[in-house]
């Protein structure tokens, strides 16, 4: 074959091997999978709620201790065998309720001594007064001489000296005698017994027999810091008085409500507070002494105030914000300002009722981003949004 044949047949063969890949070329343009469009990025799960108007009481909450308003340690004030205990353990006396008896007889012997030197001296002091009148008598018919009647005079004021100092002996026998019974002088819980029945007590021991506590009233005393105490005394001023609550340990049952007494008159350098005393009645003797309870002592009521969830305000450093739902479904990160908190609930300015606040799913948020509101849970409210935050 020729040198001019095989040139015009290589050409073709190319210009065709060219053309099978063109054609190859545009089959995988033509049929290949046309690229996804970008989307916006996912919606964050959150809960929320609306933000509400109404009152929010102020309080504050500090440890006290039930303190009783009296405590007496009866002792007996005479000496002598403990002959009789009158009352139970735990028992709930009234004032002059009988609680002991010390043996009576060596002073009711004394008080049947006592009357009888008085009736004897009060016998002598009349016969020296019928023995006066005859020498009056006598010293006008001048039948005896003046020294004589001064001297029965003297004798008469002697005798009713000694009238007066026996009445002194027979009720101070007397007193002696009503101390071998021992009552309660104040109302309320007797404790255990301080002294067994045939013991011989002594007048004015340092044991004691029973002592006595009064439950009804009782008192709380407790601590406020000195930050607080313009604000307490300034509400203290008003015509009604503050009430306060105590709570068990838990802060979750309350035990009794009263009403705040009194500040203490100094505050305590070393811990900056001053102490409060408030008044319970304690009908039912739920607190008893010396038990530790929670206070709350409502300071104010907030009223037409901005309500949301303590869990909706986020903190930036000092400032704090909520991130409030705007339309869209976009958030915002709005600052607020706490007033005030009681439990799960805060009072704060900077949004408005309607306003729906993000209070739960925070760790992907931040403002711009869309979010999407969780269902609430059976039985709860769903969350209305309100108009967008401006």
Not at 173 to 196: F, K
Not at 255 to 282: H, Y
């Amino acid at each position: 074959m020729s040198t001019s044949t095989t040139k015009p047949k290589r050409r073709w063969l190319l210009w065709l091997g060219l053309l099978a890949l063109l054609l190859i070329g545009g089959c995988w343009v033509w049929h290949r999978p046309a690229p996804k469009k970008q989307g916006p990025p996912p919606a964050v799960p959150v809960s929320a709620t609306a933000v509400r108007s109404g009152s929010l009481d102020v309080y504050l909450t500090e440890l006290g201790t039930v303190t009783p308003i009296a405590t007496v340690t009866v002792t007996s004030r005479v000496a002598g065998e403990l002959k009789e205990i009158d009352y139970r353990e735990g028992q709930i006396v009234k004032p002059g309720d009988l609680l002991a008896v010390i043996d009576p007889r060596p002073y009711a012997a004394a008080v049947t001594q006592a009357q009888g030197q008085l009736a004897r001296d009060q016998a002598l002091l009349a016969n020296a007064k019928l023995d006066l009148a005859r020498y009056q008598q006598a010293f006008q018919q001048k039948a005896i001489p003046e020294q004589q009647l001064a001297t029965q005079q003297a004798t008469v004021d002697g005798d009713a000296a000694t009238v007066t100092l026996d009445e002194g002996n027979l009720a101070a026998a007397q007193v002696n005698l009503d101390y071998t019974r021992i009552t309660s002088p104040i109302p309320g819980r007797v404790g255990l017994h301080l002294t067994d029945l045939g013991n011989i007590v002594a007048a004015n021991g340092t044991t004691g027999i029973v002592s006595v506590t009064q439950l009804q009233p009782i008192t709380v005393v407790f601590t406020l810091a000195e930050d607080d105490l313009n604000a307490v005394v300034r509400e203290m001023r008003g015509d009604a008085p503050l009430r306060v609550d105590a709570l068990d340990r838990t802060q979750q049952t309350q035990l009794a409500q009263g009403e705040l007494m009194t500040l203490d008159n100094a505050i305590n350098l070393a811990t900056g507070t001053v102490r409060a005393k408030a008044s319970f009645a304690n009908p039912h003797n739920e607190l008893f002494p010396n038990q530790f309870v929670n206070v709350k002592l409502l300071l104010k009521t907030l009223t037409n105030a901005n309500l949301i969830p303590t869990a909706a305000i986020q903190h930036n450093g000092d400032a704090a914000f909520v991130y409030v739902i705007q339309a869209g479904g976009v958030v915002a990160a709005k600052d607020v300002k706490q007033l005030a908190a009681d439990g799960d609930t805060a009072a704060v300015t900077g949004v408005s009722p309607g306003n729906l606040v993000v209070t739960d799913g925070f760790d992907k948020l931040q403002a711009g981003v869309h979010v999407s509101v969780r269902p609430a849970a059976p039985g709860a409210a769903m969350p209305s949004p309100g108009p967008s935050s401006e």
